[in-house]
């Protein structure tokens, strides 16, 4: 059983919709408080703590973790190495020694930082803040879960390195959600590929190619209101015969009141729908969505010039975890991204400029999933192209995801 898997067997992570401290949203519960009554499953996060130290060469002469959550694997992790540990209180007391810290440590010895969770970072600033008021030097930072990329924006502005063991898209699938779903399917059938089924005009050939290709790829991307003679039951069953998910691309953007009527008969086939994420907002807060299905957050599109979506630097709407993008979120962990303009190799790029890699799109994008339409379905031999695409999509997939 994987570090992973114990910790959800051990309720260190459950599944569940909840309000954090810092007022956002998750769909999953970190607990790692539970590790003290899981000695050996403590031990073994000590060990992984160990590894990340030594494998980014972090030098020190104490550690501190941060109340309450990080203090006592960081006591174990000190007993390990024989090192000094430290504590910052959060109020010095009235009474006693009246210590900000416990622990003597001469000025300028350097102290490596030890947090369970960061969703904000502003816990361990508080605490790097005392320290160096103390005349402690701080560089760096060991989280057992990053949460959010907010966190390590706020933290390294501070000059200080952010390590994270392990970030939300390790717990991807062991979530009830569907982000965890979709992760799910990528690791049982490794693969990251999603086939876009919308530039097909002969609907026979198009089901017979995705009955072939099924096998290969975690997603399909539709587009019921332009295809002559889709019918949504053949789609469901292989669907359900390949393992992978429907999404259904139409792009919503008009009035909660015209969204919610195409909603109501796309939900009754497909997993998940894109809508525009100026209108996320109204459409998610006017359907009751009885079916489940996904929203998906059309953020960025590979065509110039197209309808204004929204800056990087604008908060995204609350509950939107599953979005459409280019590169402009790359940096957050936190969302499971979905990119269009896609083509294996460097020699299928055109120059429209709308096309790049999946190595580009992946790896130097951090996409999860890569949409690839007229690269294979153009291609002389589609089942062989889609058999190369899901294999170089499962490759950066994984490759930005180990643990």
Known sequence: MSLLEQYFENKIFLNMKTKLKSGQYSDYYCNFRNLLVCPKLMDDTANLIIETI??????????CGVLTGGVPITAIVANKLGVKQIIVRDKVKEYGMKNE?????????????????????????????????????????????????????????????????????????????????????????????????????????????????????????????????????????????HNFLIMEDRKLIDVPKIAIRQLEEIDTWAHCVTVMVNNYKDIKEHYSNPNNIELIGVCEMNTQNSIPLINSTDPLPENLFTIVN??????????????????????????????????????????????????????????????????????????????
Request: proline residues 3%; glycine residues 4%; aromatic residues 8%.
């Open 54 to 63: 030594k494998n980014n060469n972090i030098e020190f002469d104490a550690l």
């Open 326 to 403: 280019q590169s402009k979120y790359k940096n957050h962990p936190e969302l499971f991204k979905i990119t269009p303009g896609v083509v294996e190799e460097e020699e299928d790029v055109n120059d429209t400029g709308r096309y790049r890699t999946i190595e580009k799109a992946m790896f130097f994008d951090k996409n999860d999933v890569v949409i690839i339409g007229s690269n294979i379905l153009n291609n002389q031999q589609p089942i062989e192209k889609t058999k190369s695409c899901s294999s170089l999509s499962w490759y950066f997939y994984n490759r930005n995801n180990q643990l």
């Open 101 to 241: 810290i416990d622990g003597d440590l001469e000025p300028g010895s350097r102290v490596l930082v030890i947090e369970d969770v960061v969703t904000t970072g502003n816990s361990v600033l508080e605490v790097i803040h005392k320290l160096r008021k103390n005349q402690l030097v701080v560089s760096d930072t060991i989280v057992l879960m990053e949460r959010t990329s907010e966190s390590r924006k706020n933290i390294e502005s501070h000059n200080v390195y952010l390590n994270s063991l392990m970030n939300v898209k390790h717990l991807e699938p062991f979530i009830n959600s569907f982000k965890g779903k979709i992760a799910k399917i990528i690791n049982e059938k490794k693969t990251a590929l999603c086939l876009s089924l919308d530039i097909f005009d002969n609907w026979t050939r198009a089901v017979e190619l995705l009955d072939e290709v099924g096998p290969y790829i975690c997603m399909v991307k539709t587009h019921q209101d332009i295809t002559k003679g889709f019918q949504p039951s053949i789609i469901m069953a292989l669907a359900k015969k």
